[in-house]
T-cell receptor
Framework: DTGVSQDPRHKITKRGQNVTFRCDPI?????LYWYRQTLGQGPEFLTY????????KSRLLSDRFSAERPKGSFSTLEIQRTEQGDSAMYLC???????????FGQGTRLTVV | GENVEQHPSTLSVQEGDSAVIKCTYS??????FPWYKQELGKRPQLIID?????GEKKDQRIAVTLNKTAKHFSLHITETQPEDSAVYFC?????????????FGKGTKLSVKP
């Protein structure tokens, strides 16, 4: 499968714990996006990278959220001190900056108990 | 920033009928409008998109129309089939498309009855 892949697919964590999710984009894509999707809603934009540069992070939900893309390939999204309200599907997407078409991964479903 | 409204939230049609989903956007600088289909438990899949320099685009049974003056765009599915049942999301490019991130509508749950 040469599409966007995310790991893990599911994560259950206790409130207060830190979690980290990984996204591997389509190899030739230089843009990578993180979205959050809650039940019955459309994906909500969080942050994006062009190559290794994080060019927009003002939409990250709080300072507990951070993302990295150290070598311009895979990316990680970390949530520190998780809260129950963080329970959601976290989606990653990638695109080529000369073409708007964005392709999504299967997402990581986070449950905070 | 951009805001996208989508209607209806649910739509039920008989197999073979047409389905239309409508979206409006707020930022006149938006220039890219994709539609995604999401089946239960699966990733959003890009099914068709349109850019602001085009008024209509077709791909087999699916078509999208764009009215830039009114700032609305629509998805048309003809000859619906049970496998078309899913949640459909419209989206519009944010920041005039300079970043490539999308603002999504809340989705339309389409049910096609055999």
């Amino acid at each position: 499968d040469t599409g966007v892949s995310q790991d893990p697919r599911h994560k259950i964590t206790k409130r207060g714990q830190n979690v980290t999710f990984r996204c591997d984009p389509i190899s030739e894509h230089n843009r990578l996006y993180w979205y959050r999707q809650t039940l019955g809603q459309g994906p909500e934009f969080l942050t994006y990278f062009q190559n290794e540069a994080q060019l927009e992070k003002s939409r990250l939900l709080s300072d507990r959220f951070s993302a990295e893309r150290p070598k311009g390939s895979f990316s990680t999204l970390e949530i520190q001190r998780t809260e129950q309200g963080d329970s959601a599907m976290y989606l990653c997407a990638s695109s080529w900056d000369r073409n708007f078409q964005a392709f999504f991964g299967q997402g990581t479903r986070l449950t905070v108990v | 920033g951009e805001n996208v409204e989508q209607h209806p939230s649910t739509l039920s049609v008989q197999e073979g009928d047409s389905a239309v989903i409508k979206c409006t956007y707020s930022d006149s600088a938006s220039n890219y409008f994709p539609w995604y289909k999401q089946e239960l438990g699966k990733r959003p899949q890009l099914i068709i998109d349109i850019r602001s320099n085009v008024g209509e685009k077709k791909d087999q049974r699916i078509a999208v129309t764009l009215n830039k003056t009114a700032k609305h765009f629509s998805l048309h599915i003809t000859e619906t089939q049970p496998e078309d049942s899913a949640v459909y999301f419209c989206a519009a490019s944010d920041h005039g498309g300079s970043q490539g991130n999308l603002i999504f509508g809340k989705g339309t749950k389409l049910s096609v009855k055999p």
